[in-house]
């Protein structure tokens, strides 16, 4: 009889493989403007369950540069093989922070010799969790990564420490990050790493800076447009805790 159940076993395995992990929808890539594509990857994020992440493909001639990599080295190369079949180089990818959704794909775009950017403060908390760093770094607030045409900005901490946002001048889109929530939520989603007290001041900073955007593009869930900054100053700001209490704890809030 032990026999037989154990029998069964293996067979029951061998045909539902996929349930110690469930298969991830395959990367995503929706063109946003001329010359400007949003990629979407995803993974089962512990406590929220499938999530999102977008990133940029943003065309200068026959340049092309990556705003985050997608969330896995596996994608990163979905996304460079989609690229180069259509004619374009990849000079340049940009981490807006140092979370795997934003970095996951750094040290694959290293040995291809693709140049990586990132800030000062990203590399360092890049190399505190013992992760691949980008070769370039860059420590002013306002760094033109192609003169006159994609602008990234630090406006404080948020999400965390060391986000930035990306503006994208001649089409007038706004990548925010995880800066940004989208419209469909409340809450602050992953907070691990944020800095909630600087946060909404942190937005408005951005909304001073490129509140005349047309489209803006949240780290996480659907584009929009400048009504977003709006929307995450509002609920960062009604996050803060009251002077002499704790923040919230990160687990208890929902993506």
């Given at each position: 009889?032990?026999?037989?159940?154990?029998?069964l076993l293996f067979i029951l395995i061998s045909i539902h493989?996929?349930?110690?992990?469930?298969?991830?929808?395959?990367?995503?890539?929706?063109?946003?403007?001329?010359?400007?594509?949003?990629?979407?990857?995803?993974?089962?994020?512990?406590?929220?369950?499938l999530v999102d992440s977008n990133g940029l493909v943003v065309?200068?001639?026959?340049?092309?540069?990556?705003?985050?990599?997608?969330?896995?080295?596996?994608?990163?190369?979905?996304?460079?093989?989609?690229?180069?079949?259509?004619?374009?180089?990849?000079?340049?990818?940009?981490?807006?922070?140092?979370?795997?959704?934003?970095?996951?794909?750094?040290?694959?775009?290293?040995?291809?010799?693709?140049?990586?950017?990132?800030?000062?403060?990203?590399?360092?908390?890049?190399?505190?969790?013992?992760?691949?760093?980008?070769?370039?770094?860059?420590?002013?607030?306002?760094?033109?990564?192609?003169?006159?045409?994609?602008?990234?900005?630090?406006?404080?901490?948020?999400?965390?420490?060391?986000?930035?946002?990306?503006?994208?001048?001649?089409?007038?889109?706004?990548?925010?990050?995880?800066?940004?929530?989208?419209?469909?939520?409340?809450?602050?989603?992953?907070?691990?790493?944020?800095?909630?007290?600087?946060?909404?001041?942190?937005?408005?900073?951005?909304?001073?800076?490129?509140?005349?955007?047309?489209?803006?593009?949240?780290?996480?869930?659907?584009?929009?447009?400048?009504?977003?900054?709006?929307?995450?100053?509002?609920?960062?700001?009604?996050?803060?805790?009251?002077?002499?209490?704790?923040?919230?704890?990160?687990?208890?809030?929902?993506?």
């Open positions: 009889m032990r026999n037989v159940l154990g029998a493989p996929v349930a110690a992990k469930e298969e991830l929808p395959a990367l995503k890539i929706q063109q946003l403007s001329d010359g400007v594509y949003l990629h979407t990857s995803f993974q089962v994020y512990e406590g929220f369950g065309l200068v001639g026959k340049d092309a540069y990556l705003v985050d990599t997608p969330w896995s080295a596996e994608d990163t190369e979905k996304l460079l093989d989609w690229i180069t079949a259509r004619g374009f180089t990849v000079k340049g990818s940009i981490s807006t922070h140092f979370h795997v959704d934003r970095a996951a794909g750094i040290e694959f775009l290293n040995s291809k010799s693709i140049p990586t950017y990132a800030s000062t403060l990203t590399n360092q908390l890049l190399k505190a969790s013992a992760k691949p760093q980008a070769v370039n770094e860059f420590d002013s607030d306002n760094y033109w990564l192609v003169e006159d045409q994609i602008q990234i900005f630090y406006p404080g901490g948020g999400h965390s420490q060391d986000n930035v946002v990306v503006w994208l001048a001649d089409q007038q889109i706004l990548f925010g990050g995880c800066l940004i929530r989208p419209q469909e939520t409340e809450s602050l989603g992953n907070t691990g790493d944020a800095v909630i007290s600087e946060w909404s001041h942190s937005v408005a900073n951005v909304q001073s800076k490129y509140g005349d955007a047309k489209i803006v593009v949240p780290g996480h869930g659907k584009i929009g447009d400048a009504s977003m900054l709006e929307h995450t100053r509002r609920i960062t700001a009604a996050a803060v805790p009251p002077r002499g209490s704790r923040q919230p704890n990160s687990k208890a809030l929902e993506d």
